[in-house]
Structure formats: structure tokens, C-alpha cells
Nanobody, 114 residues
Framework: VQLQASGGGLVQPGESLRLSCAAS????????MGWYRQAPGKERELVAL???????EYAASVQGRFTISGDNVKGTVYLRMNSLIPEDTAVYSC?????????WGQGTQVTVSS
């Protein structure tokens, strides 16, 4: 499974961005797909995850501002990020759990700054 992410960039506080991730390869055994982020000097953290069952999990820090959506069959996942704040600045990585194996896409930089 290969993951291709896109959509990062530089925005001002309060603005929005949409990240996209597309998987290629067999999605047999798909369990979950989502986004993690890592800010400079910090550990990688879960941002949002959507399971094959439809269950969605958000980090407390993004709840109410970010929305994850996706298509299990197509192997796509999106992250709509509204009301961005400087603390959201990080490298965002797409993640997939397929057949209980972890797959990661290349990171995409999101910078929130005035």
C-alpha cells in the first residue's frame, strides 16, 4: 500500500485547509485510515482517524474544528481543517492500517502564521 498526500500550505490564523490522501495497492483487510502530525520538538500525535466501521476519533485539540471523511473502497481520506491556529503548525502524515500493517505517506507541511 502506498499513500500519497497533498494539500498542505501556509495560511493565516482562522483560515482553512483541506488535506487529501489516496492509497494505491490492495486495501484488502482495511481497518482504518487517518492523519497524524508532528510539530517541531514534539512527538507525533494522532489528529483524526476513521475506522472501517465508520467510527471516528479526533484529538481533543482539533475536535470541532477538523473533519475527517473518506471512502474505504477507493482508499481515500480527507481532512478539512477550519479555524486553524498557530499550534496546528506541523507536518501532517497520512496513515493506513491495512491487514494490521501500518502504512505511512510522505508528510505535508501545514504552517499557520500571520
Amino acid at each position: 500500500v502506498q499513500l500519497q498526500a497533498s494539500g498542505g500550505g501556509l495560511v493565516q490564523p482562522g483560515e482553512s485547509l483541506r488535506l487529501s490522501c489516496a492509497a494505491s495497492g490492495s486495501m484488502f483487510g482495511f481497518n482504518a485510515m487517518g492523519w497524524y502530525r508532528q510539530a517541531p520538538g514534539k512527538e507525533r500525535e494522532l489528529v483524526a482517524l476513521i475506522a472501517a466501521s465508520g467510527t471516528i476519533e479526533y484529538a481533543a485539540s482539533v475536535q470541532g474544528r477538523f473533519t475527517i471523511s473518506g471512502d474505504n473502497v477507493k482508499g481515500t481520506v480527507y481532512l478539512r481543517m477550519n479555524s486553524l491556529i498557530p499550534e496546528d503548525t506541523a507536518v501532517y502524515s497520512c496513515y493506513a492500517d491495512v491487514g494490521l500493517e501500518d502504512y505511512w505517506g510522505q508528510g505535508t507541511q501545514v504552517t499557520v502564521s500571520s
